[in-house]
């Protein structure tokens, strides 16, 4: 009987992903640290993205403008181009999809490959594509290599820029052991601080703790994140061109002054929903719901989601239902320190569409595709939504486009 071949998965990680198009765009950029930055002439705008030599001088992202010019006075803010961003995420799985059928992104940088099937072993392949990709595009990934995706994505996440670092099964356990669990996929801050309070902050510990105490303390969530540190993750990658993976696209804003009524956000939404609407368009997804998420002026967090009556790529339907959900659900016990809005119940676009009565949708989407053209050829600002040309109208710190890209689950 012949003997089952090792699965091989590959993380693919575009470095510095936004500010790396940018020095494409603009070559001069090269070698120096540049940000792209929400609002760039506001500094209440926030980072979205830095690259290397920004991120060596201290810049994060999320970070205001103000606080990273402080920190970096040769810091050279750019404004983002979503939709050329977009189409780089493109011509990076036309690389991706020669080694194999099976390429599942995750956000518009990174993507998983499944090459236990390939004609080259997986570090060839990985070499290949890191090769092709600094050739074609002018960019770099870093890419991991291991057995299972959450492995294959620490390994990534491991050696940057422009690397591969490669976690066989025989070896996982003395790589990883020592990292802490934050390392590990959908382990963010907050389960991170509920794991240092059972004693556990690194991966091994994690993978050695009772796991009926991490059962009755964490629930389900943390056997999930017990699995991964053992090496037990069996999730497959998805087929291109499969229904969408990604949980969600969403843009969240943190307000220099605290929101304090439903008029205010509003305005907050429509700016939001505009970006991800041509996110939408773009990677030709559409949005079955939507979830919106409040952090208040103590820092509590609350989320809802809920879905549409049609799937959409519609920003001004997006903005509606964003509004609607928040003054259904938020009690206004606190200011508004924080707003994001997410489309998730992602489909592709080319899936069956129940079209309305009176072509509303269609317009509407006619409309905004014209208005995506435009932004690709004379700028993201070229034209906005006429109720954010009116600054006199905006609450105190609320800059349309000063909103921060979000990926995969949040903790």
Known sequence: MEEKKERAVLHSDANAFYASVECVLDPSLKGKPVAVCGATEARHGIVLAKSEEAKRA?????????????????????????EIYAQFSARLREIY?????????????????????GQKTPRAIAEEIRASVKEELGITVSVGISFNKVFAKLGSDMKKPDAVTEIPRERFREMLCGLSCSALLYC???????????????IGELAAFPPALIARTLGKNGQTLQAYARGEDDSPVARSGERAQAKSIGHGVTCVADLTDPTETELVFVALADEIGGRLRALSLRA???????????????SWQKRLALPTQC????????????RERYRWRRNIRS??????????????????????????????EAVDGIRRRFGADAVRPALL????????????????????PQN
């Not at 079955?288 to 609350?302: F, K, N, Y």
């Not at 489309?343 to 569409?353: D, F, G, Q, S, V």
């Open 288 to 302: 079955a719901g939507i979830q919106v998420s409040v952090r208040d002026e103590a820092l509590c967090t609350e």
């Open 58 to 82: 201290g810049i994060k992202t999320g970070m205001t403008n103000g606080e990273a010019r402080r920190l970096c006075p040769g810091l050279i803010a750019v404004p983002p181009h979503h």
């Open 315 to 326: 920003a001004l339907t997006l903005a509606r239902e964003g509004q609607a959900l928040l």
């Open 339 to 368: 707003l994001t809005l997410s489309a998730i119940r992602l489909e592709r676009e080319n899936e069956a569409e129940q079209l309305s009565l009176f072509g509303a949708n269609d317009k509407r989407r006619k409309a905004e």
């Open 188 to 202: 963010g801050k907050a389960t991170t601080e509920r794991l240092a309070r059972l004693g556990i902050r690194t």
């Open 389 to 408: 040309l009116c600054k006199n109208k905006l609450p105190p710190g609320i800059i349309p486009h000063a909103v921060l890209p979000r990926k995969g």
């Open 97 to 117: 999809d020669r080694y194999t059928d099976r390429v599942e992104p995750y956000g518009l940088d990174e993507c998983w490959l499944d090459v236990t099937n």
